[in-house]
């Protein structure tokens, strides 16, 4: 498969956790990377890997994986968690690069 | 300090070609791979393509024929040229690194800040 589907919105009262899920036949043997894009800027990676947060990013970021499902989840989200978050990873034939239909979060 | 910068023409007649250039800095463009992303207005993110520093490329299956990236690791810039433009190419275009952190593992870590490019009628 060439796709990977996300959940188009999600909303996460302030503290709070929320869970955002990534599927596509490519996560049964990539994992995913996890970006948040805030209006008018560039994307920024938070999640890499398995669970590796990049340097200077909160560890309230977090990932798991299970099967075709990639998971990113906020635990006690912050005002500017507010973005859209991407994944991505390689597709099945490990040739190209595809990414996720994106999940735009809103804190409550 | 480690730096991306697109430069290229804002507008562009559909029909024509675009060609956008990367300028990194404060890192070696060597020993890396290099990539064009794009992202229409309101819409998400879209991989166009990859180049290793060696030239090796890979592009985005439906882009096939109307995509080419170079490097130029003496100028440390790669470059983008998308051919035959159409309204559905108009988007922020973004240069990034990508890094293989294993064999199962690979991401985005540098980006760009983006240039918006309109294809006119």
């Known amino acids: 498969s060439s796709e990977l589907t996300q959940d188009p919105a999600v909303s996460v009262a302030l503290g709070q956790t929320v869970k955002i899920t990534c599927q596509g036949d490519?996560?049964?043997?990539?994992?995913a990377s996890w970006y948040q894009q805030k209006p008018g800027q560039a994307p920024v990676v938070v999640i890499y890997?398995?669970?590796n947060r990049p340097s200077g990013i909160p560890d309230r970021f977090s990932a798991s994986s299970s099967g075709n499902t990639g998971s990113l989840t906020i635990t006690g989200a912050q005002a500017e968690d507010e973005a859209d978050y991407y994944c991505?990873?390689?597709?099945?034939?490990?040739?190209?690069?595809?990414f996720g239909t994106g999940t735009k979060v809103t804190v409550l | 300090q480690v730096q991306l910068q697109e430069s290229g023409p804002g507008l562009v007649k559909s029909s024509e070609t675009l060609s956008l250039t990367c300028t990194v800095s404060?890192?070696?463009?060597?020993?890396?791979?290099w990539s064009w992303i794009r992202q229409p207005p309101g819409k998400g993110l879209e991989w166009i393509g990859n180049?290793?520093?060696?030239?090796?490329?890979s592009h985005h299956p439906s882009l096939r024929g109307r995509v080419t990236i170079s490097v130029d690791t003496s100028e440390s810039q790669f470059s983008l040229k998308l051919t035959s433009l159409t309204a559905a190419d108009t988007a922020v275009y973004y240069c990034?690194?990508?890094?293989?952190?294993?064999?199962?593992?690979?991401?985005?870590?540098?980006w760009g800040r983006g240039t918006l490019v309109t294809v006119s009628s």
């Open positions: 990034t690194r990508v890094l293989r952190y294993s064999t199962t593992i690979w991401y985005f870590d540098l």
């Open positions: 404060g890192v070696s463009i060597r020993r890396h791979y």
């Open positions: 180049i290793y520093y060696s030239g090796d490329t």
């Open positions: 490519s996560l049964r043997n990539y994992f």
């Open positions: 890997g398995k669970n």
């Open positions: 991505n990873s390689r597709d099945s034939s490990g040739t190209h690069f595809i």
